[in-house]
C-alpha cells in the first residue's frame, strides 16, 4: 500500500514528487523514463523563473537530474484502470495492481477524443493494455493504433498472439515487421459494434470486421481511466487546493486546464502534494 500514486512524470507530477518524497511518503510515480516530451520538444524556454532562456532538452535533463538527486524512481508502465475502493484507490497497470490512499492525475492534455464509439465498447473489444488482454485474442483478428515508438513490443506481441492485426501507427517510420501484419495507410476513425465490437471504420470509409481493438497510446481520457471524475471539456475539474470531485483524488498541470506553462504545472504540483499531505493526515496518517 502506498501513501500516494501519482500518474505523469511531467513537471507537476515531478513537482509533486519531489515534495512527498521530502515528506518522507511512500509513492509510486508512473509515467515515461523520458519525463516530458512536450518539454523535451520545446526549442526555446526563456519564462521559467531563474533559469534564463533555455532549451527544452536542457530543462529535461535538469528534471532527470533532480529526480535522480532525490532517488526517486518511476514505474514505466501505463495506468489502464482506476478503481476507489472505500478508503484507497486501485491501479491496474501492465496487469499488475497497485494500491495507494491518495492519487495524483498529472496526465497532461489527451490528444483528441479517441475514436467515436471507442468509449462505449471497453471492455467490450476495446482494450488499452497488450499484456493484460492479448491473451484473449489468440488465433483472433484485431487492429492495433499505435501511438508511439515505444509501445511497438506490445503490436509484436499481440502479432504473436493474434491470427490477423491491421495496424495503424500515429507516427513515421513505425518498424513492425511480422507475416501476419498489415499496416493500414487510412486512419480509423470508428469503433463498430453493439454489446460487443464487431469492426472498425478507416477515414477513407473502409470498414474492416476485428474481433478486437487495442488502442495504445501514452495517456488515457480521464473519464474512461477514472469514471465518475468530473470534467470541463477535456480538462479536469479542480479546486484551489487541487482536488478533483472524488475523495482523495488530485489534479495537476496541463490536464486542469490553460495556460499550458511549465511554472504554472510545477506550482500546482507544489500544491497537490501538500494537499495529499493534508488528506493523508485526516485519514489517519501522520503528514
Not at 112 to 122: I, M
Not at 165 to 173: H, R
Request: hydrophobic share 40%.
Amino acid at each position: 500500500m502506498f501513501d500516494a500514486a501519482i500518474i505523469g512524470t511531467g513537471p507537476a507530477g515531478l513537482s509533486a514528487a519531489i515534495n512527498l518524497k521530502m515528506r518522507g511518503k511512500e509513492v509510486i510515480w508512473f509515467g515515461s523514463g523520458d519525463f516530458s516530451g512536450k518539454v523535451e520538444k520545446s526549442e526555446k524556454i526563456g519564462n521559467y523563473p531563474g533559469l534564463g532562456l533555455v532549451s527544452g532538452r536542457e530543462l529535461n535533463e535538469k528534471f532527470r537530474a533532480h529526480a535522480a538527486q532525490m532517488g526517486l524512481e518511476i514505474t514505466d508502465r501505463i495506468v489502464t484502470n482506476i478503481s476507489r475502493l472505500k478508503d484507497r484507490y486501485m491501479l491496474l497497470a501492465n496487469n499488475e495492481m497497485y494500491e495507494a490512499r491518495a492519487l495524483l492525475l498529472a496526465t497532461g492534455v489527451v490528444p483528441g477524443r479517441g475514436f467515436d464509439g471507442e468509449k462505449e465498447l471497453v471492455g467490450m473489444g476495446v482494450s488499452y493494455c497488450a499484456t493484460c488482454d492479448g491473451m484473449f485474442y489468440r488465433g483472433k483478428t484485431i487492429a492495433v493504433f499505435c501511438g508511439a515508438k515505444r509501445y511497438e513490443p506490445e503490436v509484436t506481441y499481440l502479432a504473436e498472439m493474434a491470427a490477423k492485426v491491421y495496424l495503424y501507427a500515429g507516427y513515421p517510420g513505425c518498424e513492425v515487421e511480422a507475416p501476419n501484419v498489415e499496416q493500414l495507410k487510412s486512419p480509423i476513425r470508428q469503433v463498430q459494434g453493439g454489446m460487443r465490437l464487431t469492426g472498425i471504420t478507416l477515414a477513407n470509409g473502409t470498414e474492416v470486421p476485428v474481433d478486437g481493438l487495442f488502442c495504445l497510446r501514452s495517456a488515457i481520457a480521464p473519464t474512461t481511466l477514472l469514471p465518475g471524475l468530473t470534467l470541463e471539456g477535456p480538462h479536469i475539474v479542480v479546486d484551489r487546493h487541487m482536488a478533483t470531485n472524488l475523495p482523495g483524488c488530485f489534479a495537476a498541470g496541463d490536464c486542469t486546464g490553460a495556460p499550458y506553462q511549465i511554472a504554472k504545472a510545477v506550482g500546482e504540483g507544489n500544491i497537490a502534494a501538500h494537499s495529499i499531505l493534508d488528506y493523508l493526515a485526516e485519514q489517519g496518517r501522520e503528514a
